[in-house]
């Protein structure tokens, strides 16, 4: 039974730092997309960053780029999600997802197509004041 478990997040000033992680268990494949997602109040789930583990290789959307760094441990088969500069727009529940049939791979990215991704973490909240 896959799982993926997160922890992190919470309150921060904007300008501020936050990190969170993505244990993932019950699982056999060794190349597969991971990705972080965000929804905020009355709006729709969106895409945050994803990687590729078979050959890492990463993907942001353009309003993180540069200040959000997605990066997975394969030994301890966990994800992170750095987040630094942040700012108020960027609060909201924080989800990391798994595909393992890499159905979001193209051209050796992995992508944040929603839908494509099978397996889903519990969420997280992030919080950012201004």
């Known amino acids: 039974q896959v799982q993926l478990v997160q922890s992190g997040g919470g309150s921060v000033q904007a300008g501020g730092s936050l990190r969170l992680s993505c244990v993932a268990s019950g699982y056999t494949r060794s190349n597969y997309c991971m990705g972080w997602f965000r929804q905020a109040p009355g709006k729709e789930r969106e895409g945050v960053a994803a990687?590729?583990?078979?050959?890492?290789?990463?993907y942001y959307r353009d309003s993180v780029k540069g200040r959000f760094t997605i990066s997975q441990d394969n030994a301890k088969n966990t994800l992170y999600l750095q987040m630094n500069s942040l700012k108020p727009e960027d609060s909201a529940m924080y989800y990391c997802?798994?595909?393992?049939?890499?159905?979001?791979?193209?051209?050796?990215?992995?992508?944040?197509?929603?839908?494509?991704?099978?397996?889903w973490g519990q969420g997280t909240q992030v919080t950012v004041s201004s």
């Open positions: 990687i590729y583990t078979g050959g890492l290789t990463t």
């Open positions: 997802a798994a595909d393992f049939n890499l159905k979001a791979l193209s051209g050796g990215v992995c992508y944040t197509f929603v839908y494509e991704y099978g397996y």
